[in-house]
């Protein structure tokens, strides 16, 4: 049983990193702000759900109006912040987002209080299945389908669509794609408010399995980066190896040794760093 | 011709240094709590220190709180069971740093730029865990506690006091102006240019014949050395260690001192931790949510002082000179 | 043979650019590559400078295998380049990307206390490559800030700095103006005479007056080689390159 909770921890994980992989696979820029992100988007939910008293449907709403409300959020510090830095070395882009993260976490502290926010299983999909050796929760079935969908989505947006293809060539070549009459940074602006949008869902599908805390964005952002050096940057499917096998690794590692979890986690990086430095399925 | 476009050799105590250090004698007398002038220092140095990495070689580290923290604890530790000489108790801070940075280095240096910050700050995170879960050896979440501060002797007979504050800060100044002797002589000498030269262009140092990587490598055990000597120092200061040395925030108040204070001097860090360390203070005591106007410093920082304070001081002589004929 | 490859051949994926390639390089001589856009040349150096691995084939160094060698070994064999994008590190003053160019090869250069300008040697061969170059007059301007054509005198002056026996340069004269051009050609005949070197060049006078041979390559396959005259009159290099010049 713990092995497919491990597996949906692990799909969260890799929706935080997709989201992650894309806006960096696109816009060649690590946003350390995506754990911030996160939990905004976790803290929105709950405020929706607030608002709305009504506890059952709000739910719904909140999926859907918390990453468009950190999209947009997303679309301003892109378009604000983030745009300026495109041609500055990495480590100033590193820098930009890190300093918005601490500006979204002690704003979230200002609006919400340090103290944590819990939040009641939507009544759809509370209660368990039995799955004959043992129950199993089916809001973590629905979660699990519910991102693969969405991962599929998101792939087949950026493989399979015209609007894709644009943004990949504006990668390798800016000013080029722009001369030929196509707004790309209009398109980098959408895919940075996609890539943080994910993030935000990430936050609001975990908000009934753990609630929402001021810094589980730290927390958060650093399982980000070992599941992206497991699973090697720049690969969307890398994403999804290392996400599944961090949250496996996990919540195996809960079962025998929980204080050793997350130092486990940092072992199997290390490991994989040894002796594979590109990650499992690295191509940059 | 030739000379002048060579440079001078510097001295090893010159008239940057005197000043340098007369400005710090200063800080008790113009501060308002004498503890905040030695927390400055230990933090300038830590600084500095952080800033061969980035402002010198280019790299950007988010685990030098790994490293602090580990000079403080190791100095700590020494202290409390092993009754060391406090002269000696900093040495194996230095050692414990430059031995964490060496394993960090070792495990981050194989990967290039934005991997190599990424893994810098999942090792800082893994350091910090480590930490907290050996409650037996460092105390965990409550912090190593009762590090003894002994008086100490140089000579025979003669036992210099480290226990005021005033003291105390006597003794860390002479700690941190021999490290920025040490320090400034590292980065003028051959291999510090090769690590400009790294920062600059790492194909072309490569081309040219220089194994960066035993560069990048070198560089971060000698930032760790530093790094822990100000650990070392923090925990004589602290009289305990609280866990908050090892987290991610040390890191990236390492950090934001070098941006503010300016990467490419060597004294940049050091005026920037005296800003950062002076506004944090006066402000935590009025608003709890400071730490905000601590990132909006990062971004406006990034965006419109990437020289930091120092490179606005250097580009706004340099007009000055431009615009008077010389004298 | 001061450089010779054996089947040197480099694939990304399903692309093969380039494809079995033989190149030989007569000791003192200078040798061009030319051909088409796209045809490998920079492929080719960038397996030579240990830049990208190799996917099958060997290189030989006076004799001596240097497949697989990482840059920085490369040019402590004695092998100097230049990169068709200037390289230069760009906010630190010319002389210093000549001297630290220099320093690579002499003593001292991971010494950690002394001060850099206690060692004399890389700073004077420094300025005497500056003097050949006839660059001394921006000795102190930062290398961002030059122009163009002097930036690329630049990039020859630090593949110039290892005092290397082959000197492997890629396009020196691209972005140049006509004069400019001039004056690179006669530099190079100069520094022709004392090492060996090899050129990618798209300028048609620069490789026709001072090679003593040529390899053309076209598509990651070398479609000739031989002398000036003989790749002139060749007609398989005239239909794939040469047309409009021979017109």
Known sequence: MQLLNGVVIGAIYVLITVGLTIVFGMLNVINFAHGAIFALGAYLAYTVAVMLGDWVGSFWLAIILAPLGVALIGAVIEMLLLRQVYDAVHEYQILLTFGVALVIQEVIIMIWGPIGKSFPMPSLLAGVIDLGVFAFPIYRIFLFFFIGLICLGAWLFIEKTNYGAIIRAGIDNRDMVNCLGIDIYKAFTVVFAFGVSLAALAGVLILPMRGAQPFMGDTILTLTFVVLVIGGMGSFMGAILGGLIVGVVESMMILFWPEGAMISIFAAMALVIWVKPRGLLGSR | ?327 | MILRTEKLTKKFDALTAVSSVDLRVAEGAIHAIIGPNGAGKTTLFNMLTGEIAVSAGEIYFKEKKITGFKPNQIARTGIGRSFQQNKLFQNLSVLENVRLAAHAHSEGHFNLLRHFLYYTKPAEEAWQILEELDITHIAARKAGELSHGQQRLLEVAIALAADPVLLLLDEPTSGMSPDESLRMIRLLKKIGDRLSMVLIEHNMNLVMSISASITVLQQGAVIATGSPSEIQSDEVVRRAYLGEYSR
């Open chain 2, 1 to 327: 011709m030739f000379e002048a476009a060579l440079g001078r050799k510097k001295p090893l105590v010159d008239r940057e240094i005197l000043i340098l250090g007369a400005l710090l004698m200063l800080m008790p007398v113009v501060l308002p709590y004498k503890t905040l002038a030695a927390e400055i220092l230990i933090y300038a140095l830590g600084a500095v220190a952080f800033n061969i990495l980035l402002g010198f070689t280019g790299l950007l580290s988010f685990g030098h709180g790994a490293l602090f923290g580990a000079g403080a604890y190791t100095t700590g530790l020494v202290l409390i069971h092993l009754g060391l000489h406090p002269l000696m108790a900093l040495v194996c801070a230095c050692a414990m740093g430059a031995v964490v940075a060496l394993v960090i280095g070792l495990l981050s240096i194989r990967k290039v730029g934005i991997y190599f910050v990424m893994l810098t700050l999942a090792l800082n995170q893994l350091a910090f865990f480590l930490v907290y879960q050996w409650k037996g050896l460092t105390g965990g979440d409550d912090g190593l506690l009762s590090v003894p501060r002994p008086d100490f002797a140089i000579f025979p007979g003669m036992k210099l006091p480290i226990q005021t504050n005033l003291q105390f800060f006597l003794f860390a100044w002479f700690v941190f102006i021999l490290a920025i002797l040490l320090i400034r002589r590292v980065l003028n000498s051959s291999f510090g240019r090769v690590l400009v030269a790294i920062k600059e262009n790492p194909d072309r140092a490569l081309a040219v014949g220089y194994n960066v990587r035993h560069y990048k490598l070198t560089a971060f055990v000698i930032s760790g050395f530093f790094t822990g000597l100000a650990g070392g120092l923090y925990a004589m200061f602290m009289r305990m260690v609280p866990i908050t040395a090892v987290e991610l925030f040390t890191s990236s108040d390492f950090i934001i001192m070098s941006l503010l204070g300016g990467l490419k001097s060597l004294y940049g860090p050091i005026v920037g931790a005296v800003i950062i360390k002076i506004t944090s203070e006066a402000l935590s005591q009025i608003w709890a949510r400071w730490l905000l106007v601590l990132g909006a410093t990062f971004i406006l920082c990034v965006l419109y002082m990437r020289g930091g304070v120092c490179g606005l001081a250097q580009s706004f002589f340099e007009k000055r000179k431009h615009a008077e004929p010389s004298k």
